[in-house]
């Protein structure tokens, strides 16, 4: 089992930055691409961004790509996503979540190669 707990999210203005965290704990964390996903109200939940699992290849979503950055460190087993110059439309539940993918560098888009979630963090941007 893996266990992934999100933090970072809150209330921001248009135009501003948040910093979204995932800490691992339970398994070889390496052992897993990583990847974040937000669900809106009445959408269903798309990829946002992904990293490798050794954080060489990462991939975002035309809708983030330039604004948002997923990183990973290893040695702190977390995963992050940057966000900056926030839209209301990127208001979302935000989650993080671990495919069992050792050694491989790909990246996943669909949320049902995912092994684990987290429960998810809220992100409100106000206009």
């Known amino acids: 089992q893996v266990q992934l707990a999100e933090s970072g999210g809150g209330l921001v203005q248009a135009g501003g930055s948040l910093r979204l965290s995932c800490a691992a704990s339970?398994?070889?964390?390496?052992?897993?691409?990583m990847g974040w996903f937000r669900q809106a109200p009445g959408k269903e939940r798309e990829f946002v961004a992904g990293v490798s699992w050794n954080g060489v290849n990462t991939y975002h979503a035309d809708s983030v790509k330039g604004r948002f950055t997923i990183s990973r460190d290893n040695a702190k087993n977390t995963v992050y996503l940057q966000m900056n110059s926030l839209k209301p439309e990127d208001t979302a539940v935000y989650y993080c979540?671990?495919?069992?993918?050792?050694?491989?560098?790909?990246?996943?888009?669909?949320?049902?190669?995912?092994?684990?979630w987290g429960q998810g963090t809220q992100v409100t941007v106000s206009s």
């Open positions: 979540a671990a495919e069992f993918f050792p050694r491989e560098t790909g990246i996943s888009e669909l949320p049902g190669s995912y092994d684990y």
């Open positions: 339970g398994r070889t964390f390496t052992n897993y691409a």
